[in-house]
Every structure is written in structure tokens, then in C-alpha cells.
């Protein structure tokens, strides 16, 4: 079964800059639509950012727009969230989640099968 591995979080100041990798050590993510998703102490979980099998659709949350972006390097078997002028409210775990069935993206919970673990992302002076 797919399992997903989050890396790359941790400490930063406002202002500065993450990137998350998303990867499945023995498996290949080629076909599959990778999204990310992250929930905050006492709130929901959220999408975040999402790409497409084919890495030519992405759709991503309006809070994020103009500071992240997504990519994936089918190569290296990974995807990246590229986060940039973080904010306190992007505090949160950050979980990526695979799916096989879409062929484009969507950023809902239920269209997507396999998830990860989770990597802590932090936000503060």
C-alpha cells in the first residue's frame, strides 16, 4: 500500500521561507494526484495546495495564493510545497495526501486515499 513521507518542516520566522517534500519510499507517485493539506491547533484541517498527476493542474486555498507553489520532480519520486513570506496562521501540520483517480486536482479530503504522517510547521520570533 502507498504510504506517503513528509519532511522539511519546522521553526521559522515570519517573513521566511519552508519546503516541504512529499515522498513513497518503493513506490512511484507518477500517476497519482498529490495535494496538501494542513490543520491548526483547534481548527479543521484545510487544503492547501494541490497538483495534478501530469504536474500541468494545480489549484490551491486563496490564503496562499501568491506565497506558495507546488511542484513535483516525477525523477526523484517527489513533491515539493515551496512556502514562502510564512505567517503565523500557516502554523499548522502539514500533511500531503495521494489520489489515483482524478486527472486534474481538487482540495477536499475525501477524493484523496493515501496520507502521511505529517510534518510540524512553525511560525513565530
Known amino acids: 500500500q502507498l504510504q506517503l513521507v513528509e519532511s522539511g518542516g519546522g521553526l521559522v520566522q515570519p517573513g521566511g521561507s519552508l519546503r516541504l517534500s512529499c515522498a513513497a519510499p518503493g513506490f512511484t507517485l507518477d500517476y497519482y494526484a498529490i495535494a496538501w493539506f494542513r490543520q491548526a491547533p483547534g481548527k479543521e484541517r484545510e487544503g492547501v495546495f494541490c497538483?495534478?498527476?501530469?504536474?500541468?493542474?494545480?489549484n490551491y486555498a486563496d490564503s496562499v495564493k501568491g506565497r506558495f507553489t507546488i511542484s513535483r520532480d516525477n525523477a526523484k519520486n517527489t513533491v515539493y510545497l515551496q512556502m514562502n513570506r510564512l505567517v503565523g496562521e500557516d502554523s499548522a501540520i502539514y500533511y500531503c495526501a495521494a489520489d489515483r483517480r482524478q486527472f486534474a486536482c481538487v482540495l477536499s479530503e475525501s477524493e484523496y486515499d493515501y496520507w502521511g504522517q505529517g510534518t510540524q510547521v512553525t511560525v513565530s520570533s
Open positions: 497538483i495534478s498527476w501530469r504536474g500541468g493542474l494545480t
